[in-house]
T-cell receptor, first 114, second 109 residues
Framework: DTAVSQTPKYLVTQMGNDKSIKCEQN?????MYWYKQDSKKFLKIMFS???????INETVPNRFSPKSPDKAHLNLHINSLELGDSAVYFC?????????????FGPGTRLTVL | LAKTTQPISMDSYEGQEVNITCSHN???????ITWYQQFPSQGPRFIIQ???TKVTNEVASLFIPADRKSSTLSLPRVSLSDTAVYYC??????????FGTGTRLQVFP
């Protein structure tokens, strides 16, 4: 049983294209996140949604637009892809049950922009 | 947000105990200390969390001195499958995890 799943696992595309990455969690968690891990392995939070509402929006270009159709899904749409967008993108979720810093991560989507 | 400092890498052999220390001199009163593990090509995985003294679970132990300015993750009897990057995080905000550079642990046979 996959707790946090992402599709696709790999995504190769050309500069300028628009692409989406989907994320689903079956843990019943209220909060979901998107993280970016670059080639130097730094992992940074991009967005956070709680019950479909945006609660964290780090300094991310507005070409990136998260969408949460329901609290089990958080998709990431990227417009006009650039070379620098190449990275591994992780989706995560967490319960809001008083535990701080407790998040479940998905397997990641490796995005390569050519 | 408290900054964390941990060794970039560590080597060990199978069966040994590994201790990874993290410094967080500016830890705030409300901050918890959390450790994550990341295998290659996988997302980070929560290992353990503590506030003070000692916490132990089936995977690891976490030692936190009284001043809380550092913490030590202890992995008993490591195996090859423990080769991973280990991240120390400090914070009080569930929603905003700040990952540092982590410690790359390499376990040799």
């Amino acid at each position: 049983d996959t707790a946090v799943s992402q599709t696709p696992k790999y995504l190769v595309t050309q500069m300028g294209n628009d692409k989406s990455i989907k994320c689903e969690q079956n843990l019943g968690h209220d909060t979901m996140y998107w993280y970016k891990q670059d080639s130097k392995k730094f992992l940074k939070i991009m967005f956070s949604y709680n019950n479909k509402e945006l609660i964290i929006n780090e300094t991310v270009p507005n070409r990136f637009s998260p969408k949460s159709p329901d609290k089990a899904h958080l998709n990431l749409h990227i417009n006009s892809l650039e070379l620098g967008d190449s990275a591994v993108y992780f989706c995560a979720s967490s319960p809001h049950d008083g535990r701080t810093g407790y998040q479940f991560f998905g397997p990641g989507t490796r995005l390569t922009v050519l | 947000l408290a900054k964390t400092t941990q060794p970039i890498s560590m080597d060990s052999y199978e069966g040994q105990e590994v201790n990874i220390t993290c410094s967080h001199n500016n830890i705030a009163t409300n901050d918890y200390i959390t450790w994550y593990q990341q295998f290659p090509s996988q997302g980070p995985r929560f290992i353990i969390q503590g506030y003070k003294t000692k916490v132990t679970n089936e995977v690891a132990s976490l030692f936190i001195p009284a001043d809380r300015k550092s913490s030590t993750l202890s992995l008993p009897r490591v195996s090859l499958s423990d080769t991973a990057v280990y991240y120390c995080l400090v914070g009080a905000n569930t929603d905003k995890l700040i990952f540092g550079t982590g410690t790359r642990l390499q376990v040799f046979p």
